[in-house]
């Protein structure tokens, strides 16, 4: 048993099947490191990337944690924690300190924007770290460790006493990031995360890991809680390193640029692919971005680098409704957009969403006109859900959530349907549910069925990758559950 463990980074148990590692975690314990803390990753993970998770494997998930944790024997648990996540956060920690005596510590974006909601009676929380936690955690493990207060630490709130308000000393800012050492992957088990799916180039059987090379967003959309409008740029060299790094030591064959905004600063892009092509790193690779940062040199800029795939947040086809929701884009931005990948052989990924402030009949007509227009290569469309620390939240919920609701947010198929009458925004009285089915059906078409590359890039990589086995069974896999589908279909049709 490892008793020299300062604190333990746990992934909350509603990501034990997520396929996106658990970057902020990963930076954290980098720099932790590198100040001296011992310092360990607790991400469980179990089943198939991207799988929805029950209520049971959540529990599992919760089991696994606590028995890592008894291992460990922190003195400190870190975990963060997004809204639709509150209350199993509040019971793991609960368990955790019925199990281990440690300090716990929670952060993330719930606590940027309501961390009043961590402290009550009984609560197991006993300090939260608003913004960037590598600063504040150095901080509370140094001061804990020689006995002195944690009073005035930028970004940290302790457990104030029964009736007292808690007092803040500001978000903590992180600005070091060339400073920060490369990501310490052997922590996480990457057997899980690196085997091929569709959740890394989306609808793409892939090996592959998202990375970042900038942290946060310039804009403000009024359903994103994540608006402060604060990027920090990581250096191109290091994001390099690290791709080169992941491709020799776990033969990954793919990546997914996972920044909100990729395609920001012209001239760091150029550095990216320039840097990719010198090192040889011979890979595919997909994005995010928005429509008013792409353009004709981006693309072929791009395309000549791997990349096959671009995602963007279209979000609406209607210029009405894109004002309202502060996007900043337009329609012919939009159209411009997509024509200009189809020209590269880009593939696209468009994500639409009905529901949105104030939606008319007319928006939704232009939505799906839009759609027909841009043909993208496969379309995702889901509700909007106003989260708490969103605009539209503020605008639309009354009365606001309790504690107690934030059970709402992990409603199944929560982006499928009003899970609340308060979260309805439009202003039309249309069956939302129905018009995102067959709107999703009338974009996709085959699609929705079978939706292979014949990009050459892709197949090449395939070929030539040390996981040709894995592939093959993954396809394999595919068309047993494409034939068993078809068959289902036929079986009903007939009524036999």
Not at 145 to 166: A, F, H, K, Y
């Amino acid at each position: 048993m490892n008793k020299g463990t300062d604190i333990c980074l746990v992934s909350p148990p509603n990501r034990s099947a997520s396929a996106t590692v658990p970057a902020a975690l990963l930076y954290l314990h980098a720099w932790l490191t590198k100040s001296d803390i011992k310092t360990k990753i607790v991400d469980i993970k179990f089943g198939q990337p991207g799988i929805n998770l029950t209520s049971e494997q959540i529990e599992f998930g919760k089991s696994r944690i606590i028995e890592r944790i008894k291992e460990l024997a922190p003195k400190f648990v870190g975990i963060p924690c997004y809204t639709s996540e509150f209350w199993d956060v509040i019971d793991l920690c609960s368990r955790i300190k019925q199990a281990h005596s440690c300090t716990i510590i929670v952060g993330g974006l719930h606590v940027s924007i309501k961390a009043e909601d961590f402290f009550f009676k009984g609560t197991p929380i006993d300090i939260a770290v608003e913004g960037d936690g590598q600063y504040p955690l150095v901080e509370i493990i140094t001061r804990v460790n020689s006995g002195r207060s944690l009073e005035e630490i930028e970004g940290v709130i302790v457990t104030p006493r029964e009736g007292d308000s808690i007092v803040r000393y500001g978000a903590s800012s992180f600005k070091e990031w060339d400073a920060m050492p490369q990501p310490d992957y052997s922590q996480l088990n990457m057997d899980f995360y690196t085997k091929p799916h569709t959740g890394i180039i989306r609808n793409i059987i892939i090996s592959g890991l998202h990375v970042f090379t900038t942290i946060g967003c310039p804009f403000s959309c009024t359903f994103c809680a994540n608006s402060n409008r604060k990027v920090n740029f990581r250096p191109i060299e290091k994001v390099l390193d690290e791709i080169e790094c992941l491709k020799n030591n776990y033969n990954i064959d793919s990546f997914y640029i996972l920044d909100d905004t990729f395609l920001l600063k012209k001239e760091r892009v150029r550095e990216f692919v320039d840097g990719l092509k010198m090192r040889n790193l011979n890979m595919v690779w997909a994005m995010e971005t928005r429509v008013n940062l792409i353009d004709e040199e981006m693309a072929k800029l791009i395309s000549e680098g791997g990349c096959i795939q671009v995602d963007f947040g279209v979000e609406s086809g209607s210029n009405e409704a894109l004002r309202r929701m502060k996007k900043g884009i337009t329609e012919d931005q939009i159209v411009k957009a997509f024509e200009v990948c189809r020209k590269y052989k880009l593939r696209t990924y468009a994500n639409f969403m009905f529901n949105t402030p104030g939606e008319t009949t007319e928006d939704v007509q232009k939505t799906t006109d839009m759609m027909r227009r841009t043909r993208p290569t496969r379309v995702a469309i889901c509700l909007t859900v106003p989260f708490p620390g969103t605009a539209v939240y503020k605008d639309y919920v009354r009365p606001i959530l309790s504690k107690e609701e934030y059970k709402i947010y992990n409603t199944p198929n929560l982006y499928f349907k009003v899970a609340d009458p308060r979260f309805y925004m439009a202003e039309h009285h249309l069956d939302l549910t129905k018009l995102r089915i067959n709107a999703t059906a009338r974009a996709n078409k085959l699609r929705s069925i079978i939706d292979y590359t014949l990009n050459p890039l892709y197949w090449k990589i395939i070929v030539k990758s040390m996981r040709k086995t894995q592939y093959l069974k993954v396809l394999l896999s595919d068309f047993v559950a494409l034939l068993i589908s078809r068959i289902k279909n036929i079986l009903k049709t007939y009524r036999f």
